[in-house]
């Protein structure tokens, strides 16, 4: 059963309010005082949602990432031409990403629990992306390339925008950068 089948209302909401924190502001910073204090509830209360401020950490992120894979598949499942599906499916990580700001990835990037979460995702991510360009590939929508290797390309890029590597190059936030990278993608595959 999936953790947050478990929980009741208030720590569903809890939850997502954590998210709105990290995503804002980081999580290293905060102890488990401080969150209480911010969310109006007692320490045992974020207790039951994780036995400590790492666990709870890890736990948020898990909760986020879910989240994050959950409304980029639904987007990306609502176009039926491959051409579109790249498109709506890296757009969609760019808005799902959005909210994360530069002290959450900073943290992230700290946190190994966390940076194996991102990691995870993103290699997911990378694998969906080839199996996007390989269906558009067989439809014949897009020239023949190697999935795998534009794939790879792919995750190579997700993983600098993840790190901050690609807005310190840049400038571009990360949301700027997945559609940068989805505009890339489509003109270099494209018939």
Request: some cysteine; hydrophobic content about 50%; proline content about 3%.
């Amino acid at each position: 059963m999936p953790e947050e089948a478990r929980l009741t209302r208030r720590q569903a909401e809890l939850l997502d309010q954590l998210e709105q924190v990290f995503l804002a502001e980081g999580f290293a910073g905060f102890t488990l005082e401080d969150l209480a204090v911010r969310l109006h509830c007692s320490k045992s209360t974020l207790y039951a949602l994780a036995g400590s401020k790492e666990q709870l950490a890890a736990r948020v992120i898990r909760h986020f990432f879910r989240k994050a894979t959950a409304a980029v598949e639904a987007r990306a499942a609502t176009e039926e031409d491959p051409a579109l599906r790249v498109t709506a499916y890296l757009t969609a990580v760019a808005r799902a990403l959005a909210p994360a700001g530069p002290a959450f990835y900073r943290d992230l990037d700290a946190f190994a629990p966390g940076r194996a979460v991102y990691e995870r995702n993103t290699a997911l991510a990378a694998e969906r992306v080839r199996e996007l360009i390989a269906d558009g590939v067989a439809q014949g929508r897009f020239r023949e390339v190697h999935p795998a290797l534009v794939a790879d390309t792919v995750s190579t890029l997700m993983f600098r925008i993840g790190r901050g590597d690609t807005a310190r190059a840049t400038g571009l936030d990360d949301a700027a950068a997945y559609r940068e990278l989805a505009a890339l993608l489509l003109h270099g595959i494209s018939l």
